[in-house]
């Protein structure tokens, strides 16, 4: 009988900080077979990352260690231990991994051809001629074509899901044997997240590539995967076949997962509210072509003439593929980056406002960017990141006062205060977003811009974000500018929506009236692709 592809068996992982020692992952045990997949689910924080990253041997050792006897075997070989030399021959060639945070992930100062070609160059040892052609058709295959034009980009010259797609096209440049997606879809709108699916269910059936995939998103294990281990604090509780653990989970944390999905529609503004901030016109354009005297010749028209009004205690949602707009518009809004057209805030028009005089309104506009691990500072610890526009914006409190306020804070995010002193590293990817939320709110403003502020979190946590940011609108009668992929979520935070494409908007109006009855076929498309999202297993 064929042994299998992976053979996880008793896979303990220990972290020992200060002399004491966390168990991360506690007696794991599952396998993969050739052109099988393979579900990890479970809460942030309960093991998932590290069972991967084990298998790959990333952890940070000797702070990580194996214990109990551990054994990883790929095609028959023990990983456990081996040498760097080894492990980076395996790396790339027979193991791709697709990680969760692609902006930290890619390097800042390479371009998106030079990091796709490195891998080629390195286990391929292509020229470039070769490697150029490859990149090319990697960034067709990830559905970039517009890519191509731009190979010297860098990576904070594209959106999040277009830094994605460059991170699976990196991972599947050397047709691995097995691919481990850590959440391969969480930056991608939901268009192209049924396209990535597609493409790597294909690529699957072409190369026999057996794959690890680690996501929240139940509704995309239930159709892509063969069999599911669920996870929780780092012992897996069950391990069934998709379809049973979908019909009949036998655990009661598994039953909990199913359970915990955005439902309902965003809860009636207060009537009579009066505008927080008003864009009228708003326009951001970069340059995208100079002549030889330097002159711009052509624009990227990022937001291109939107009109935005939103009141307090009121949600616009604004949704969109990657790369039409939402981001920059809600940049712009903040004043973060400069546009045209005419921004108010309250009843002061700040659009010509300068640095110095935006500072005093910081506290009350806010933001949550997308990607938590990038936003926040790996130098400071929880508090004195969320203590950080305490001391700038409420001169009057001492230490103790600003102390106490982290604490209630860190407990409405449902996080354990006691963690404030640890740094971004040593949390889970959900709970780097609840800290970059506990930062926003701290000041209590008027005005938050939230940019994908559910994407890194599982199901269960997501309910509880979404509910938690009612609650803090409700008490605070705060205004929210909501970006989303995610139209599940959408659909339950807001009261209007602006559907983007091209920096452009499509249609807009109310939410309820929007998802029960698009006019624009690109809202249909997006609609349609976000709540039946399908694959050819589901087919």
């Known amino acids: 009988m064929k042994a299998p592809l992976l053979e996880v068996k ?7 900080t200060n002399q004491r020692v966390f168990h991360a992952v506690k007696d794991a045990n599952f396998t993969i077979e050739e052109g099988q997949t393979v579900a990890l689910v479970g809460e942030s924080g309960s093991g998932k990352s590290v069972t991967a990253m084990s298998i790959m041997q990333l952890l940070p050792y000797p702070l990580a260690s194996h214990p109990h006897n551990s054994s990883i075997k790929f095609n028959g070989e023990e990983l456990v231990g081996k040498k760097d030399g080894f492990m980076r021959h395996i790396r790339g060639s027979q193991i791709g991994m697709i990680f969760q945070e692609p902006m930290t992930a890619l390097n800042p100062l390479h371009s998106i051809e030079r990091q796709i070609g490195e891998v080629l160059r390195l286990h391929q040892k292509m020229n470039e001629t070769d490697a150029r052609t490859r990149v090319k058709e990697l960034l067709d295959m990830v559905q970039l074509p517009m890519m191509k034009q731009r190979l010297n980009a860098y990576p904070h010259e594209l959106s999040g899901g277009q830094r994605q797609r460059v991170m699976i096209a990196m991972a599947l440049a050397n047709n691995p044997e097995l691919l481990i997606a850590d959440e391969p879809t969480t930056a991608l709108d939901v268009t192209v997240q049924a396209e990535v699916l597609e493409l790597l269910e294909e690529l699957q059936t072409e190369l026999k590539m057996a794959m690890l995939m ?23 509780v069950e391990q069934n076949k998709a379809s049973t653990i979908f019909k009949k989970p036998a655990h009661e944390y598994s039953k909990k997962l199913l359970n915990a999905q955005p439902k309902g529609t965003a809860p009636a503004p207060a009537k009579n509210s009066l505008p927080v901030i008003t864009g009228d016109n708003i326009k951001v354009h970069f340059p995208k072509k100079k002549n030889w005297l330097g002159k711009t010749t052509d624009w990227v028209k990022a937001v291109d003439g939107i009109d ?4 307090s205690g009121h949600t616009v949602g604004i949704v969109g593929e990657s790369g039409s707009g939402k981001s920059t518009l809600g940049l712009a809004l903040l004043r973060l980056l400069n546009g045209e057209g005419k921004i108010h805030y309250l009843d002061s028009d700040i659009s010509k406002f300068s640095r110095k005089d935006m500072t005093p309104l910081r506290s009350d506009l806010q933001i949550v960017f997308q990607d938590p691990f990038s936003a926040l500072s790996p130098r400071m610890s929880v508090a004195g990141i969320i203590e950080e526009g305490l001391k700038i914006h409420r001169t009057d409190l001492d230490a103790q006062g600003r102390d106490d306020l982290i604490v209630d804070v860190l407990k409405k995010v449902h996080l354990d205060p006691e963690t404030r002193h640890r740094y971004p590293h040593e949390f889970s990817g959900g709970q780097r977003q609840r800290i970059a939320i506990a930062r ?13 502020p559910t994407s890194a979190l599982d199901v269960s946590v997501q309910v509880e974000i979404i509910d938690l940011l009612r609650d803090l609108q409700k008490e605070h009668n705060l205004a929210y ?7 599940r979520v959408v659909r339950a935070m807001a009261h209007d929506l602006i559907v983007m494409k091209n920096g452009k908007v499509v249609e807009s109006g109310k939410a309820k009236d929007i998802f029960k009855s698009p006019k624009e076929d690109y809202t249909k498309t997006l ?4 709540l039946n999202l399908k694959t050819k297993k589901a087919a």
């Open 481 to 487: 500018l909501f970006i989303s992929h995610d139209l």
């Open 308 to 311: 935005v009004e939103i009141k």
């Open 527 to 530: 609609l349609e692709a976000a």
């Open 440 to 452: 926003a709110m701290i000041l209590n403003p008027k005005f938050v811009v939230l940019d994908e």
């Open 10 to 16: 008793n896979l303990h992982v220990d972290f020992t």
């Open 214 to 236: 680690i996501t929240h998103d139940l509704s995309i294990v239930e159709k892509f995967a063969d069999d599911v281990c669920v996870m929780q604090q780092g012992v897996i």
